[in-house]
């Protein structure tokens, strides 16, 4: 409560409006110009036989990434392009300790796993544990995040506990992307058109336009992104009928009708941005900027692995039910859904293996076959305002920020052609925040310091249904919550020269985190037509009479306080003018939350904070003349109270016999992760350049138990083990004003668990973890191109040019006995002419 009344009397009356305003602009008349900063992440430019210099924010200033004593890996605009970056995913091919995948429950969203920090849920009550930082304003929610890269300027992934320089306190480290800023003097703009393979076509257009030379200037940029699906859907004559049958789902607009034939895995996004910058006097910028994305895809497809008969475990959360039986069960002409089944059920299937044998994936992956048209909708829609105002000492800087996130996905969860488990979810939820920064230098400039205060609020509704076997259960489960949550958090850093080669980093944080949930989870029986609550135990059903979400009848709220004190402390010694050693010690704070999806008031009970405390040490280097970079770290991370989230059975809810699944957010004790990364470039000769980086990690449960007993034997979702990536660049002139450039590439990580299951006395123990484990996988790339003058390039390019479809995405069902997932995309290849102006 105390978070929520700071919130409102901080933001909404202090930090917005003209207030504001007249704050900045008396405090301007306090020094003289400074000179402008320069854009971050460009390369100063370096003679043609050295590597050229990156500028980072990491310390909220432009520094040199050599001289900072933090584990980064950065990307400009230009390098984003000749790696084939197309979205937020593939910056995980090329930085080591960093896994990116899309959601379980919806593809317009996606799951950051840094260090072995992973947020294993997209749920509005559960905070991520790497934040996301666009233009500087804190994302809460990813939605959105997996679009195209639209006039970036840099990309840095700062590594470990975040919290002492940044708006949100992070166990896992932050993704800081900023785009480009109006140029106040030039009137300029590109145009971008590809075309590539399953007719891929993308437009992208930026205009800079200057409107008071010095004082105002204007920035447009759009992108509109489509490609058709590679994926076709084919589904048994006898299956579609079943599902006429038993369908439970009202599809509309293009998704009505049969999905037989169907294409699926389409892209269908576009994204919008505009910037207006203002320069009343020379110390004082406005900046003004709006962004709109959409999306509107069929997709994901998935594909059914391993379908397993009953398993009876003392552990309700190993407990496998009989998708085998269900299938055979529900199928045109099938015998009825006992375990007896199980042999009908395989013939049935056709594509598995089953009685705990490992899955026969389907030998042609572009096609699969889904009984339901899995869709996906998101929207977002985001206002900032950033003003600065340069002082003597340094600057002072106000974010304030607005968010809207809508999304709707709808699932065949299980990925076969019969209905057995399908999910829908819908969020819709908006955000408001306001940071202020103090970054300056003192004493001789022997200390650099960054002070801050950042409020957050957040509130809308996150909703999920869950159909599972229709034909046998009438019941539909309804998980609806209305969120409410406020944040509030001052932190403070400083760094002190002790000579001109020791320097000491300190730095404090506390936060402080009021969530409330009101849960209206319902359970809607189909062929009465009644309702009854989840959460309230002896309620009467009734008609709910159409209302759209959670009956309020069915309310149940809670309110919860979290709070907590992040740090960071090291030294950094610089031995020569290019190698810099440095030694870390920091504490991160993730903050607890509510379970939206509890089943029954009995599990209706919060998480609690993780807390995370890292020891990092590091060597930055550079030799002969700036033709060789290498950086390596070697850290520890020890999380207590990590969060965890947990698939479990749900019973039968009567009339039905079929048991439910919910998912369930705890905390799993205690768990440690040592790793090691390593990145190194180096220029052989003028115009060609190598690059390799890798990273170990390992990870492991010093104590995790909860109500089910001992758990410490589970596997970390998300976590590769090992992972490298290598490339090579080439590019020289030919004849006098034009310029051949080639870039090949090639990205590796070992084996990932996508599911934290495994207990060995199942006899199905080692079919399940083959099925739910994303095999290792390698991927290459390639792209060249020609440039014409400063203006014109034609480039051809391909990703995953040896067609790589292996599963990444698998999701292990244990309640009702089965694993799927969602392949790799296929190889892509296509040709991009790009202009400027």
Not at 25 to 38: E, V
Request: glycine share 10%; with cysteine; proline share 5%.
């Amino acid at each position: 409560m105390v978070s929520r009344i700071v919130y409102r009397t901080v933001f909404r009356r202090t930090l917005c409006g003209a207030s504001t305003l007249a704050l900045l602009t008396s405090l301007s008349s306090l020094s003289p110009a400074i000179a402008q900063d320069a854009a971050a992440g460009e390369a100063d430019t370096q003679p043609n036989s050295g590597l050229a210099e990156i500028v980072v924010q990491a310390r909220k200033v432009d520094e040199n990434l050599q001289d900072v004593p933090v584990a980064i890996t950065a990307f400009t605009g230009g390098d984003l392009v000749a790696q084939n970056v197309q979205k937020v995913q593939d910056l995980a091919n090329f930085t080591p300790g960093l896994a990116i995948r899309p959601g379980q429950s919806t593809p317009s969203a996606i799951t950051i796993t840094l260090r072995g920090q992973v947020q294993t849920d997209i749920l509005a009550t559960l905070d991520p544990s790497v934040g996301t930082y666009v233009d500087g304003v804190y994302w809460a929610r990813a939605t959105g995040l997996n679009g195209g890269f639209l006039d970036i300027r840099s990309v840095q992934i700062l590594k470990g506990p975040q919290g002492t320089l940044f708006g949100r306190n992070t166990t896992g480290g932050a993704l800081l992307i900023n785009s480009n800023d109006p140029d106040l003097n030039d009137f300029s703009g590109s145009l971008a058109a590809t075309y590539g393979r399953f007719n891929e076509r993308e437009g992208t257009a930026v205009l800079n336009v200057p409107i008071l030379e010095d004082r105002i200037a204007l920035r447009l940029a759009g992108q509109i992104s489509k490609r058709d699906g590679y994926t076709r859907n084919v589904v048994p004559a006898t299956a579609v009928s079943a599902i006429a049958a038993n369908n439970t789902v009202v599809r509309k607009g293009p998704f009505a009708g049969s999905p037989n034939g169907r294409k699926f895995d389409n892209r269908d996004r576009m994204n919008f941005r505009g910037k207006l910058l203002v320069k009343p006097t020379d110390t004082l910028s406005l900046l003004f900027s709006g962004e709109y994305f959409d999306m509107d895809e069929r997709a994901p497809s998935r594909e059914i692995l391993l379908a397993l008969p009953t398993f009876a475990a003392t552990n309700p959360n190993y407990g496998v039910g009989s998708t085998a039986a269900l299938f055979a069960g529900i199928s045109s002409g099938g015998p009825p859904p006992t375990s007896g089944a199980n042999a009908a059920a395989s013939t049935t299937l056709g594509r598995n293996v089953l009685n705990g044998q490992a899955a026969n994936l389907i030998a042609n992956p572009r096609t699969t076959s889904n009984n339901e048209i899995p869709y996906v909708a998101a929207r977002t829609y985001t206002a900032n305002f950033i003003g600065t105002l340069e002082t003597g000492w340094g600057e002072i800087k106000l974010l304030t920020n607005w968010r809207r996130v809508s999304s709707f996905a709808g699932v065949d969860l299980e990925g076969s052609s019969f209905p057995i488990h399908f999910t829908e979810g819908q969020q819709r939820l908006t955000q408001k925040s306001a940071e202020l920064q103090f970054v300056g230098t003192a004493f001789n400039d022997r200390v650099d310091f960054a002070v801050g205060a950042f409020v957050f609020q957040e509130d809308g509704f996150d909703q999920s249904i869950s159909i599972t076997v229709p034909a046998l259960n009438p019941v539909t489960s309804q998980f609806y919550g209305l969120v409410d949550n406020d944040s509030i958090g001052v932190y403070g850093q400083a760094t002190v020269r002790l000579t001109d080669s020791l320097a000491f980093t300190g730095g404090l944080r506390y936060s402080i985190d009021d969530k409330a949930l009101e849960s209206r989870s319902s359970n809607f029986n189909r062929t009465s037509g009644l309702t009854t609550c989840a959460l309230l135990i002896g309620s009467a059903p009734f008609n709910a009479g159409g209302q759209v979400g959670g009956p309020a009848q069915c309310a149940f709220r809670r309110k919860d306080d979290f709070a907590g004190i992040s740090y960071t402390a090291g030294l950094d010694y610089q031995i020569a003018d290019d190698i810099l050693v440095y030694a870390k010690t920091s504490r991160g704070f993730r903050s607890g939350g509510q379970n939206l999806r509890a089943p029954s008031a009995a599990a209706f009970i919060p998480f609690e904070p993780e807390f995370a405390d890292s020891h990092e040490i590091g060597l930055k280097s550079q030799f002969f003349d700036n033709r060789i970079r290498f950086n390596i770290a070697l850290y520890e991370t020890t999380v207590k109270d990590i969060q965890r989230t947990t698939l479990i059975s749900v019973p039968p809810i009567p009339p039905s016999t079929v048991p439910g699944a919910a998912t369930i957010l705890g905390n799993a004790g205690k768990s440690r992760f040592r790793g090691l990364e390593a990145e190194i470039q180096a220029v052989l000769f003028t115009g060609f350049r190598v690059s390799a980086s890798g990273a170990l990690v390992d990870p492991k449960y010093i104590r995790f138990t909860d109500l089910s007993g001992d758990r410490s034997f589970e596997r970390f979702t998300g976590v590769a083990k090992e992972q490298f990536a290598v490339a090579a660049d080439y590019s020289t002139e030919i004849g006098s004003s034009s310029k051949v450039n080639f870039r090949v590439d090639y990205a590796w990580r070992g084996d990932v668990a996508t599911a934290e299951y495994f207990f060995a006395p199942n006899p199905n123990n080692a079919a399940i973890v083959a099925a739910s484990t994303a095999q290792k996988l390698g991927l290459l790339g390639a792209r060249a191109s020609l440039e014409i003058g400063d203006n014109y390039e034609i480039a051809i390019f391909g990703r995953n040019i040896t067609n790589e479809r292996k599963f990444i995405n698998n999701l292990v069902v244990a309640p009702l006995g089965y694993v799927s997932g969602v392949r790799n995309e296929p190889a892509t290849y296509g040709i991009t002419a790009s202009v400027k102006f």
